[in-house]
């Protein structure tokens, strides 16, 4: 994500739900950080021809989740991620840190 989304997760829910395969999770510093994530994403994938089914959250941004059936990604401003703590939920899905060592 080209927008500096941080602390970027993958979990993998395959074998664990029928609702998607894999939730993508991240945060931004603000609400304003996160609406420029969540455009910033959308934008790459209308130029990759994938339009989502469904966008939420967008006009408040505290957490935007945008649905692309198999994917759903979940950009929250981080005391918002705190507060839900999605990882914690999901805590037996396999999990990928994106972009750490």
């Given at each position: 994500m080209d927008?500096?989304?941080k602390d970027v997760l993958i979990l993998g829910l395959k074998?664990?739900?029928i609702i998607a395969d894999?939730?993508?999770i991240?945060?931004?510093e603000s609400t304003t950080h996160v609406r420029a994530v969540a455009e910033g994403v959308e934008e790459r994938a209308t130029r990759a021809g994938i339009k989502p089914l469904g966008t939420e959250g967008l006009p408040y941004s505290?957490?935007?989740l945008?649905?692309?059936g198999d994917v759903i990604i979940h950009i929250f401003e981080e005391e918002t991620r705190a507060f839900y703590?999605?990882?914690r939920l999901w805590v037996d899905a396999e999990?990928?840190?994106v972009g750490e060592e």
């Open positions: 927008k500096k989304a074998n664990l739900t894999y939730f993508v991240c945060s931004g505290h957490w935007v945008i649905d692309y703590d999605l990882e999990s990928i840190r």
